[in-house]
């Protein structure tokens, strides 16, 4: 079974632009997850996805949205671009998004200038 | 705040050596989950465990959960260069305002030297 799969794995933007990044969760698996990485914060949860609904959102501006197609792909957007938005950007999926294990692609970096 | 606390931040040891490194919180987890991360890499996740008091083993490597799932370890024996990494440990709550929502401890770095 194929990975979690994370597109583009490396991205350079400048301030004030906006950026899509790109999730495909394993098959059947209908829960994605997004984590922002950084070396001050550590992981912390974006936002997670379930059927095309977002169930659950952690504490960021609403610069940062995301969506979910049929297919269970995900996609996170960040508008208006700031250099503290530079970071490792994870997507997850799992079965359903309860207590069971998450599966994490290889992430995007970001890096704003 | 559901908070997982990790420790110890650094760990730098040679190989052959044994090592643990703790997560605790105050609140209880329905489950818990160990990751390693290369840099510049995604977490592969290790194990997940799930009931208070499990004690899980990976080879060279010792998971247990505490009673109350409160608090974890990770148990490396005889720890090799390949062991190199960053260490993570990410907790679940069950419920709904917990939907798919790990809180993760601020990792271990782990370097065996040969």
């Known amino acids: 079974k194929a990975g979690v799969t994370q597109t583009p794995r490396y991205l350079i933007k400048t301030r004030g632009q906006q950026v899509t990044l790109s999730c495909s969760p394993i098959?059947?698996?209908?829960?994605v997850s997004w984590y922002q990485q950084t070396p001050g914060q550590g992981l912390q949860f974006l936002f997670e996805y379930f059927s095309e609904t977002q169930r659950n959102k952690g504490n960021f501006p609403g610069r940062f949205s995301g969506r979910q197609f049929s297919n269970s792909r995900s996609e996170m957007n960040v508008s208006t671009l700031e250099l503290g938005d530079s970071a490792l950007y994870l997507c997850?999926?799992?079965?359903?998004?309860?207590?069971?294990?998450?599966?994490f692609g290889p992430g995007t970096r970001l890096l704003v200038l | 705040t559901q908070l997982l606390e990790q420790s110890p931040q650094f760990l730098s040891i040679q190989e052959g050596e044994n090592l643990t490194v703790y997560c605790n919180s105050s609140s209880v987890f329905s489950s818990l989950q160990w990751y390693r991360q290369e840099p510049g890499e995604g977490p592969v996740l290790l194990v997940t465990?799930?009931?208070?008091?499990e004690v899980k083993k990976l080879k060279r490597l010792t998971f247990q959960f505490g009673d109350a799932r409160k608090d974890s370890s990770l148990h490396i024996t005889a720890a090799q260069p390949g062991d190199t990494g960053l260490y993570l440990c990410a907790g679940a709550h069950a419920g709904g305002t917990s939907y798919g929502k790990l809180t993760f401890g601020q990792g271990t770095i782990l370097t065996v030297h040969p």
């Open positions: 465990v799930v009931t208070g008091g």
């Open positions: 997850a999926s799992s079965f359903s998004g309860g207590v069971e294990t998450q599966y």
């Open positions: 098959s059947g698996h209908r829960s």
